[in-house]
């Protein structure tokens, strides 16, 4: 994998290995900073779109439908070790629905850091709102048979991917 500088932004024209390297990026960048964890990029690879990939998913982009989406998934334990990071302050308990809309706030900014990373690039995509929901949820199953670039991240919470979508 390629990597430049660290604060370069000029992503035009580059070779499609750097396209990990800039999502990876976006992750460390944003998800890391949110829930003070380190998450490291175990596993890089293109394939076909995963729905077993965990019970919690976010799904970004322009839905449905579209040739661009970004999944993040996580097991269900990863969701709740991260809300707890994020919700550090907050007295009550922390339920299902708020671990919900921790991972679709995650997602959110993920995106949008991903999104600013390659605005000048041919890598670039709509962004909508997060739809946040379980791996049952037929949303999820709209992209079984695409063709994905895969990461799966480890963090001191447990592991996770994100899955960039590719037209079928």
Known sequence: MIVGPPDSMETVNQP???LAALFIEAVTGS???????DPVAREVIQANFDRTLGEVW????????????LALS??????RGM??????????????????????????????QAKSLLANSPYHFSLSLPKVMRSGDSRVSLHLGH???R????????????QIIAEA
């Open 16 to 18: 499609k290995a750097d």
């Open 147 to 149: 063709h994905c670039l």
């Open 74 to 79: 996580l097991p269900v334990k990863t969701a």
């Open 58 to 69: 976010a799904l970004v982009g322009s839905l449905p439908g579209s040739p661009d989406c």
């Open 151 to 162: 990461i799966i991240f480890d963090s001191e919470v447990g592991e996770f991917a994100l």
């Open 83 to 112: 809300a707890e990071r994020v919700f550090t302050d907050v007295r009550e308990p922390i339920d299902d629905g708020m671990i919900l809309d921790c991972i679709g706030e995650l997602a959110n900014v993920l995106a949008g």
């Open 31 to 37: 998800i890391g900073e949110m829930t003070r964890t």
